[in-house]
């Protein structure tokens, strides 16, 4: 008999005991992945990092056109794509709650919400980039809005569906039409998850590089042409870290620390409001 | 079906606040009867609410819509773009192994096989640390670790995967190059099966590499999964099993486990999704050779990292093609999958709700 107890708790004691190993394993690469771009990133954040053009080979230079071509295909992408995201939750939560045409979107939406994004990629190569007959910041930017609608669509849905019916019926009672009680009651009672949808759409194109690599594709130069190629930081530092110059693969680095930083920064807002949305 | 809300004939609070700048307009007129001018602007305020009303049904209906257009439009432009290159290999695109810009000789097996396998190898590291993390969330954390080491785990899953592909190049590949696979070398090497997937020089860059960043990036989602339908267990359940003396481990693995495997799979499965179309981290360390190695360390070229470097310098209609029926194949291979995944999870949600 004693040998038995003995067996089962020296085995839970080890399973245990790895269990909290996996979580040190887990943690620790989040430190190590945010330590390496803090350790080489640091060093190469000078103010000509946000003034000065990507440089040639060997020159010194900044990130500027990177970060600013970054920044206008990721605005335009969430304007684009968060609109439509969010009249299709809104569909979803509340027009066909249990229509069969939800049941399938939802379904097809969780598979584009986790699809490889190099196809999304593809296909705006294949519709705009072909069609265009050119690379353009334009292309960019509807790769990134098809990434976004999954996300939004996601958010938009769980949010409304967490708006509790009596606050429409109340509304629908005082004889608002179906469009008024769900614009001024559900979406402003749903505001904060919303919002976290957004931004959590936000968090997830600045990133991303695949999509870009064949539609923004890539400018050495100043450009806020959205029918011209158009750098980002992702391709810019895609095309940095895998060449031999120490000073690109420096920008690389320098480029991934603002990215990440970006990034962390948007999910855990995104965190927090989420978090004032259940409380409150 | 929708309900929409009917306007009673008769004013209502809401449209006459909504009709008064309309009826203070009117009333300025005052040219008719003041109750006939009401009644019309009311009609009128009712019709353009009604028009706004369905006009913003249809508006949502066609954005749902337009989810199915974007997965149909990925669908037709794959299939389309892929035809000539379909055309020119037919089936043998799949078994070939060759893979010459040069000649316009192209076969997608390389590229499949490292998908898979470093998809698998990184299931094989992640899926036990995934789940560990899970039982340690749920089981034996302090309630007030609980919340900040979530998040952090599950910030890991918001680094953009270009930042894991720097890092693995910069960092890890040069780490593992140096300790741990000439340490796997030695201890496989006398071991008659083993020694053949552990062989060659530890270049730092490869098979393994790439598997063990996916195997890092996937853990997030793993672990998310699992400990969300960890917690759909009813808690009299556990209570039972610890009653009975059971250790915690036994609970997990008599109680928890069984009652949560099919989320538990779902969640590995989209884990596994991610892992097959994971480009930029993989195209940083997997090394890209065209060619089917047995060794683990050796170099090799996924799906995904062989478009993102070759797509844009492909030149001719036929190696264009080729990398987009390789996404093709890789769309087809995610999207069974993503689905099986996602319809076990469903399922999972449905017993919960029903619960």
């Known amino acids: 008999m004693a040998s038995i107890y003995a067996g089962r708790r020296r085995k839970h004691a080890i399973v245990m005991a790895l269990c909290i190993a996996a979580a040190v394993f887990g943690l620790a690469f989040l430190l190590l992945i945010l330590g390496a771009l803090l350790w080489h990133g640091l060093w190469g954040l000078t103010p000509a990092v946000f003034t000065e053009m990507t440089p040639p080979p060997g020159g010194s230079g900044g990130l500027l056109n990177a970060i600013v071509g970054s920044l206008i295909m990721t605005v335009l992408g969430v304007a684009v794509g968060a609109p439509v995201g969010m009249l299709a939750g809104t569909y979803m939560a509340e027009y066909g709650r249990y229509s069969r045409l939800t049941m399938f979107v939802r379904f ?25 007959g050119h690379f353009s910041g334009l292309a960019g930017a509807m790769a990134l809005a098809v990434i976004v609608v999954p996300v939004v669509v996601r958010t938009t849905e769980d949010m409304l569906l967490l708006v509790p019916g009596p606050l429409r019926e109340a509304a629908a009672a005082l004889g608002l039409p179906r469009s008024y009680v769900i614009i001024r009651i559900a979406y402003r009672a749903a505001r904060a998850g919303l919002i976290t949808g957004v931004l ?16 923004a594709l890539n400018n050495q130069f100043w450009s806020t042409d959205l029918g011209a190629p158009m750098a980002s930081l992702p391709a810019v530092i895609f095309q940095f870290a895998l060449s031999p110059y120490k000073d690109w693969q420096q920008l690389a680095w320098t480029g991934a620390l603002i990215i990440t930083f970006a990034v962390l920064t948007l999910s855990v807002l995104a965190r927090v409001l989420a978090r004032q949305r259940v409380t409150q | 079906m929708s309900i929409r809300v009917q306007m009673p004939a008769d004013s209502s609070e809401a449209t006459r606040a909504d009709g008064d700048a309309v009826v203070m307009k009117a009333v300025s007129m005052a040219s008719m009867p003041r109750t006939r001018l009401a009644a019309r602007d009311r009609r009128q ?20 819509a337009a989810v199915l257009v974007i997965l149909g439009g990925v669908i037709l432009s794959l299939v389309l773009g892929s035809l000539p290159a379909i055309r020119e ?16 000789k192209f076969g997608a097996l390389p590229a499949i096989y490292g998908t898979v396998i470093t998809s698998v190898l990184a299931m094989i590291i992640a899926i036990p640390v995934g789940i560990g ?8 954390c302090p309630p007030s670790l609980r919340r900040p080491i979530g998040i952090a785990i599950e910030l890991l899953a918001g680094i953009p995967s270009i930042i894991y592909g720097i890092w693995g190049l910069f960092i890890l590949a040069p780490f593992l190059q140096q300790f741990v696979e000439p340490a ?31 195997a890092i990036m ?26 009975i003396g059971c250790t915690t481990w036994e609970v997990v693995r008599k109680v928890v486990i069984p009652y949560t495997r099919l989320g538990v799979i779902g969640g590995i499965m989209l884990g596994l999704g991610r892992a097959l179309g994971e480009t930029m981290a993989v195209t940083f360390v997997i090394g890209n050779a065209h060619k089917i190695s047995g060794s683990l360390l050796a170099p090799g070229t996924t799906i995904s990292a062989t478009i993102a470097n070759e797509f844009t310098e492909a030149v001719g209609d036929v190696y264009t093609s080729a990398l987009i029926e390789l996404g093709l194949i890789l769309f087809v291979i995610t999207f069974i999958v993503l689905a099986v995944s996602r319809l076990m999870l469903m399922r999972v949600q449905r017993r919960a709700g029903a619960s």
């Not at chain 1, 097809?108 to 296909?123: K, Q, R, V, Y």
């Not at chain 2, 305020?45 to 749902?64: C, K, N």
Request: aromatic share 12%; charged share 10%; net charge neutral.
């Open chain 2, 45 to 64: 305020v009712l019709r353009r609410l009604q028009l706004s009303d369905r006009g913003f049904h249809v508006i949502t209906q066609l954005a749902a």
């Open chain 2, 133 to 140: 993390i899970a039982i340690f969330l749920t089981e034996l």
């Open chain 1, 108 to 132: 097809i939406n969780d598979i584009l919400l986790s699809a490889p994004s190099i196809m999304i990629g593809l296909f705006i190569y294949e519709v705009l980039v072909v069609r265009m």
């Open chain 1, 200 to 215: 959590l759409a936000v968090a997830r194109i600045s990133g991303e590089t695949a999509p870009l690599l064949f539609t």
């Open chain 2, 218 to 243: 996937v853990l997030p989602f793993i672990t998310a999964i699992s400990r969300d339908v960890f917690e759909t267990v009813p808690p009299v359940l556990k209570e039972a099993a610890f009653g």
């Open chain 2, 89 to 104: 290999f037919g089936f043998s695109f799949l078994t070939s192994q060759s893979w010459n810009p040069v000649t316009d």
């Open chain 2, 184 to 214: 796997l070398i030695a201890m496989f090497g006398p071991i008659p099966v083993l020694s053949r997937l552990f062989a060659g020089p530890p270049y730092g860059i490869g098979i393994f590499t790439a598997s063990f960043i996916l």
